[in-house]
């Protein structure tokens, strides 16, 4: 079974940009332009004057605000409102509410000092204001005089924007959102009027847009159970914070025609789910943003645009065509997938600055591709402390992991550490080793396991190994295997199901005394059937391969990957240099059969097919039975001796 290796060419993302290949040549696209779907969706949500809130799922580095800026611009405009009370000064805590075109503030107002100056009032211009008609208004309005309309009189949004607004609601408490009804302490005694109605956030957005983060209501769930009540209602009661003073205004509530926008990931919308049911129902609508850039879906064109508006904005320099390429790789990367592109902003924005800088350095118009990988090489040095320790274990000895000849039931696995507080994982081989023999009960102990060193999907992962030989060895009889997996020099927990490849190889290995080529490192899940399975951190876990192999002067190293990882590889130029060198071999295998044989230099075959590494195995465990039925037959045999025997003398006596 011929596995071919994979070639350099393979080993990392081309796109293709047609004709151009300078940033300059793309056309500029705005955030929401990556999400034409959602433009649709959120266009209707818009236009439905019932519909009052949306559901997003947002992700970190990614400016949710700007993205729901731009689809508004899209959108038809709509006059922005303002919330106007007129204090009834004929009567005690009386306070009306009236809702006002907000561009009309100005005129609204200057009516207001006619009415003080002259006693008259144009009601046809005054209708030119109000957004809807109200006959008692006239009569409010006219009992003002310029001694009390700064405390009877007050709008609570003034003309910021003539059209729809998008206010982002952050850092909120119950007075920042909803408001407060403050008083006034003087001559001894608490006093209150219009002029102390504080508007909340949802006063200003009256008429508009409020975007709210759902972490808001997950330590605060008192503020959204008021918020739904608003959302519900329409309208907002008025409330002090100071619960011990009693105010004797009473204002109307304020009317509230508020579209709300919570974002918010996965896991926030979920709590927020549990502890609301009815979400689902109060939702309008439900929009999904993608971390990612899908380039099955949507032409690379519009990506390089976006990249395009993040340096604009910025005023970054621009990059040249081979920085162009080297940023959508190592997009990719990040992504660990070659049809997928990073829209992490926040991540894009600092790595372009830091090469801005170091382009103005060097006296360059562009940032190309050498530039970022200058930044790339700073950041990593700067954080490569736990690399360097992990070099010196291997150079000194300490940590033992064998690159060359080979050995029976010991195999090199590919492992991606994770630190606690570290920004970056890396790969790192580990030495796994197996013992056993076919002379026991079908069991695989899992040392890991059994010390509480390994999580779920190990133990999930080492189940399915059981699997695998109950179904290539019990037929026509059991498998009657003993055998210990270890991997060595492990002191933290491991989880993932990556190294079942490996470890049902060394298993094998030990069973049919076949030793395993030390410079081959193995990595990839399995199924029960033996099929090879995708895994996660392939860059890392070949980079980190690599970097040993190195170490250990070795020259002649070969990688054993799943083939449905080829999709996901995106490597180092150091990397590719030594598979074009020949120094380095990766081989893409579907199925176990295809390792058994590179690694052990031997055919799989089946249990029934001679000379093969199924069949060794299958025989040894027959020889073994053969032996266990001519020892049972045995001491069969001496029990009905010693009973003859036994039987004999009882007849003499």
Same mark, same amino acid.
């Given at each position: 079974m011929l596995t071919e290796k994979?070639? &350099?060419?393979? @080993?990392?993302?081309?796109?293709?940009?047609?004709?151009?290949?300078?940033?300059?040549?793309?056309?500029?696209?705005?955030?929401?332009?990556?999400?034409?779907e959602n433009n649709e969706?959120?266009?209707?949500?818009?236009?439905?004057?019932?519909? !009052? @809130?949306?559901v997003a799922t947002d992700f970190d580095g990614f400016d949710h605000i700007k993205s729901f800026s731009d689809m508004l611009q899209n959108m038809p405009n709509k006059r922005a409102k303002s919330i106007c009370y007129v204090?009834?000064?004929?009567?005690?805590?009386?306070?009306?509410?009236? /809702? $006002?075109?907000?561009?009309?503030? #100005? *005129?609204? !107002?200057? *009516?207001?000092?006619?009415i003080i100056a002259t006693g008259e009032i144009a009601e046809d211009q005054l209708n030119l204001c109000l957004i809807k008609p109200y006959p008692h208004l006239v009569p409010l309005l006219r009992n003002l005089n310029e001694f009390n309309v700064e405390q009877a009189f007050k709008v609570l949004a003034d003309e910021q924007s003539p059209t729809?607004? @998008?206010?982002?609601?952050?850092?909120?408490?119950?007075?920042?959102?909803?408001?407060?009804?403050?008083?006034?302490?003087?001559n001894s005694s608490y006093t209150s009027s219009v002029a102390q109605l504080i508007p909340g956030l949802l006063h200003q957005a009256h008429g508009g847009y409020i975007v709210i983060k759902i972490d808001e209501f997950i330590s605060n769930s008192a503020l959204w159970y008021q918020l739904k009540s608003v959302i519900k209602q329409g309208s907002l009661n008025w409330q002090s914070s100071n619960k011990t003073v009693q105010t004797e205004l009473k204002p109307d509530p304020a009317p509230i025609d508020v579209k709300v926008i919570l974002v918010g990931d996965r896991l926030a919308i979920s709590q927020l789910a549990e502890g609301e049911r009815e979400l689902s129902s109060i939702a309008s609508s439900f929009i999904d943003f993608s971390t990612e850039f899908n380039l099955s879906e949507q032409h690379i064109a519009n990506y390089i645009g976006y990249i395009k508006l993040l340096i604009t904005d910025a005023k970054l320099l621009t990059l040249s065509s081979s920085g162009l390429k080297r940023l959508l790789q190592l997009s990719s990367r990040w992504c660990e997938h070659n049809n997928y592109l990073s829209l992490n902003e926040a991540k894009l924005l600092t790595l372009l600055s830091y090469c801005h800088q170091i382009a103005l350095t060097n006296q360059l118009d562009h940032i190309d591709s050498d530039t970022i990988n200058t930044v790339l090489s700073l950041q990593h040095e700067a954080l490569n402390g736990h690399i360097r320790m992990s070099n010196e274990g291997i150079i000194e000895k300490q940590i033992i992991l064998e690159t060359h000849g080979s050995k029976v039931g010991q195999i090199n696995g590919l492992s991606v550490l994770e630190i606690d507080g570290h920004p970056e994982s890396f790969g790192e081989p580990i030495r796994i080793t197996a013992t056993g023999h076919l002379n026991g009960d079908g069991d695989i102990s899992d040392v890991e396991r059994k010390a509480e060193l390994a999580g779920n999907i190990h133990a999930k992962s080492m189940m399915i190994i059981q699997g695998f030989f109950t179904h290539t060895f019990a037929k026509p009889l059991p498998l009657p295997i003993s055998a210990n997996l270890v991997f060595e020099q492990?002191?933290?927990?491991?989880?993932? +199901?990556?190294? &079942?490849?490996? #470890?049902?190889?060394? *298993?094998?290995?030990? =069973?049919?005394n076949r030793p395993i080529a030390q410079n081959l490192a193995v990595t990839g899940a399995i199924d029960q059937f033996g099929t090879v399975l995708a895994v996660g951190g392939i860059n890392?876990? *070949?980079?980190g391969? =690599?970097?040993?192999? /190195?170490?250990? #002067?070795?020259? +002649?190293? #070969?990688?054993? $990957?799943?083939? &449905?990882? $080829?999709?996901? =590889?995106?490597?180092?130029? !150091?990397?590719?240099?030594?598979?074009?060198?020949?120094?380095? &071999?990766?081989?893409?295998?579907?199925?176990?059969?295809?390792?058994?044989?590179?690694l052990m230099d031997i055919k799989a075959g089946s249990i029934d097919e001679e000379k093969t590494l199924y069949n060794i195995i299958h025989q040894i465990a027959e020889e073994n039975d053969k032996l266990d039925d001519d020892e049972h037959e045995f001491v069969t045999k001496l029990k009905q001796l010693w009973a003859n025997i036994i039987g004999k003398q009882g007849s003499d006596n």
């Amino acid at each position: 079974m011929l596995t071919e290796k994979i070639t &350099a060419d393979k @080993l990392v993302p081309v796109f293709d940009l047609g004709s151009r290949c300078k940033l300059e040549e793309f056309d500029t696209v705005t955030r929401d332009q990556l999400f034409p779907e959602n433009n649709e969706l959120f266009a209707l949500f818009h236009k439905t004057a019932t519909a !009052k @809130l949306l559901v997003a799922t947002d992700f970190d580095g990614f400016d949710h605000i700007k993205s729901f800026s731009d689809m508004l611009q899209n959108m038809p405009n709509k006059r922005a409102k303002s919330i106007c009370y007129v204090e009834d000064v004929t009567k005690v805590g009386r306070a009306h509410a009236f /809702e $006002i075109w907000r561009d009309q503030t #100005g *005129l609204f !107002k200057q *009516l207001i000092e006619q009415i003080i100056a002259t006693g008259e009032i144009a009601e046809d211009q005054l209708n030119l204001c109000l957004i809807k008609p109200y006959p008692h208004l006239v009569p409010l309005l006219r009992n003002l005089n310029e001694f009390n309309v700064e405390q009877a009189f007050k709008v609570l949004a003034d003309e910021q924007s003539p059209t729809t607004s @998008l206010i982002n609601a952050t850092n909120l408490d119950v007075t920042t959102l909803f408001g407060n009804l403050d008083t006034l302490y003087k001559n001894s005694s608490y006093t209150s009027s219009v002029a102390q109605l504080i508007p909340g956030l949802l006063h200003q957005a009256h008429g508009g847009y409020i975007v709210i983060k759902i972490d808001e209501f997950i330590s605060n769930s008192a503020l959204w159970y008021q918020l739904k009540s608003v959302i519900k209602q329409g309208s907002l009661n008025w409330q002090s914070s100071n619960k011990t003073v009693q105010t004797e205004l009473k204002p109307d509530p304020a009317p509230i025609d508020v579209k709300v926008i919570l974002v918010g990931d996965r896991l926030a919308i979920s709590q927020l789910a549990e502890g609301e049911r009815e979400l689902s129902s109060i939702a309008s609508s439900f929009i999904d943003f993608s971390t990612e850039f899908n380039l099955s879906e949507q032409h690379i064109a519009n990506y390089i645009g976006y990249i395009k508006l993040l340096i604009t904005d910025a005023k970054l320099l621009t990059l040249s065509s081979s920085g162009l390429k080297r940023l959508l790789q190592l997009s990719s990367r990040w992504c660990e997938h070659n049809n997928y592109l990073s829209l992490n902003e926040a991540k894009l924005l600092t790595l372009l600055s830091y090469c801005h800088q170091i382009a103005l350095t060097n006296q360059l118009d562009h940032i190309d591709s050498d530039t970022i990988n200058t930044v790339l090489s700073l950041q990593h040095e700067a954080l490569n402390g736990h690399i360097r320790m992990s070099n010196e274990g291997i150079i000194e000895k300490q940590i033992i992991l064998e690159t060359h000849g080979s050995k029976v039931g010991q195999i090199n696995g590919l492992s991606v550490l994770e630190i606690d507080g570290h920004p970056e994982s890396f790969g790192e081989p580990i030495r796994i080793t197996a013992t056993g023999h076919l002379n026991g009960d079908g069991d695989i102990s899992d040392v890991e396991r059994k010390a509480e060193l390994a999580g779920n999907i190990h133990a999930k992962s080492m189940m399915i190994i059981q699997g695998f030989f109950t179904h290539t060895f019990a037929k026509p009889l059991p498998l009657p295997i003993s055998a210990n997996l270890v991997f060595e020099q492990s002191y933290g927990e491991i989880d993932g +199901d990556s190294a &079942a490849l490996a #470890g049902t190889c060394a *298993l094998l290995s030990v =069973l049919a005394n076949r030793p395993i080529a030390q410079n081959l490192a193995v990595t990839g899940a399995i199924d029960q059937f033996g099929t090879v399975l995708a895994v996660g951190g392939i860059n890392e876990k *070949l980079e980190g391969f =690599l970097r040993i192999c /190195e170490l250990n #002067g070795q020259t +002649d190293m #070969g990688v054993l $990957i799943p083939a &449905a990882n $080829i999709i996901n =590889l995106n490597l180092s130029d !150091k990397l590719i240099t030594a598979v074009n060198n020949e120094q380095l &071999a990766i081989y893409p295998v579907t199925h176990i059969d295809q390792a058994i044989e590179l690694l052990m230099d031997i055919k799989a075959g089946s249990i029934d097919e001679e000379k093969t590494l199924y069949n060794i195995i299958h025989q040894i465990a027959e020889e073994n039975d053969k032996l266990d039925d001519d020892e049972h037959e045995f001491v069969t045999k001496l029990k009905q001796l010693w009973a003859n025997i036994i039987g004999k003398q009882g007849s003499d006596n």
